[in-house]
């Protein structure tokens, strides 16, 4: 027993260092940080410059757009997924190609390319000018940071969803017809319960990446338009403000473990 616990730890080792140096102290940093002030002592003042009326718009607004891209996500991604899972497809080839490969690509070049795509003097106003239609005004607006940040997260809502989909039994389908369910029926009752796993899982991994970007509303909204993400990133890089920064920081995680504690809840119930 004593050797395989040795065993054991031995291996764990490297991520029990990966996990301390990269996750358990940056976090301590942030919580150190936002709980104190300069001199060191505690307050709670970084925290509660959330209220501050230009640090709660760009929250609220990173909720709403999250939220957005969240829908929007989700409404892609399982029609596409039902459309995947119906096809029965021999190989995975067209799906890794399709939604794993783009990915490979540099994020923000996967972004630069919808800028491109966009903007005023962009490709699609160029194509719209030449059939004799006015151009659309989208770069630099929350409707441009909502297409940037469905293009770079869609691929997280559709796999979950995909798998999910494709882990149904035919024979539950089969029986649910058996008995009298029409495709309506038979979607609310039995497909939609059984993939609320992969639909949950898919919500968290758009939702978190979405509420705390700053990347792609940099780019996508052209500076004009700040989230809370890019607040933070602002404190950390331009005024140094790290407790500050920091104490912002903390009102993320705290909607992040809600998201995280709904998250378990509802698949305990699934269970």
């Not at 970084?46 to 501050?52: D, G, Y």
């Amino acid at each position: 027993m004593f050797t395989s616990r040795k065993t054991f730890f031995v291996m764990a080792s490297p991520y029990l260092a990966w996990a301390l140096i990269f996750i358990i102290v940056p976090i301590g940093m942030i919580i150190y940080y936002g709980l104190t002030d300069t001199s060191g002592a505690f307050t709670l003042a970084n925290i509660a410059a959330i209220a501050q009326p230009e640090h709660l718009k760009a929250l609220l607004l990173a909720l709403e757009l999250s939220v957005i891209s969240t829908i929007i996500c989700f409404l892609l991604a399982y029609p596409l997924g039902m459309i995947l899972a119906n096809n029965k497809m021999s190989s995975e080839g067209i799906l890794t190609t399709l939604f794993i490969l783009p990915m490979w690509m540099n994020f923000l070049l996967r972004t630069l390319s919808w800028m491109t795509l966009l903007e005023n003097r962009g490709v699609l106003n160029t194509l719209l000018e030449q059939i004799h239609i006015p151009p659309l005004r989208i770069i630099n607006t929350p409707s441009a940071i909502v297409i940037g940040m469905v293009y770079n997260f869609l691929p997280f809502m559709i796999l979950p969803i995909y798998n999910s989909l494709a882990k149904i039994d035919e024979a539950v389908i089969n029986a649910a017809r058996d008995l009298g369910a029409n495709r309506i029926q038979t979607f609310l009752r039995v497909t939609l319960p059984l993939t609320l796993p992969g639909i949950i899982s898919g919500v968290t991994m758009v939702f978190i990446p979405a509420l705390t970007t700053f990347a792609i509303s940099t780019m996508m909204g052209g500076s004009k338009i700040l989230l809370i993400g890019n607040i933070i990133e602002q404190e950390f890089t331009l005024t140094y403000d790290w407790h500050l920064g920091s104490g912002l920081s903390l009102i993320l995680m705290i909607f992040i473990i809600i998201n995280m504690v709904i998250s378990m809840i509802s698949e305990q119930k699934e269970d």
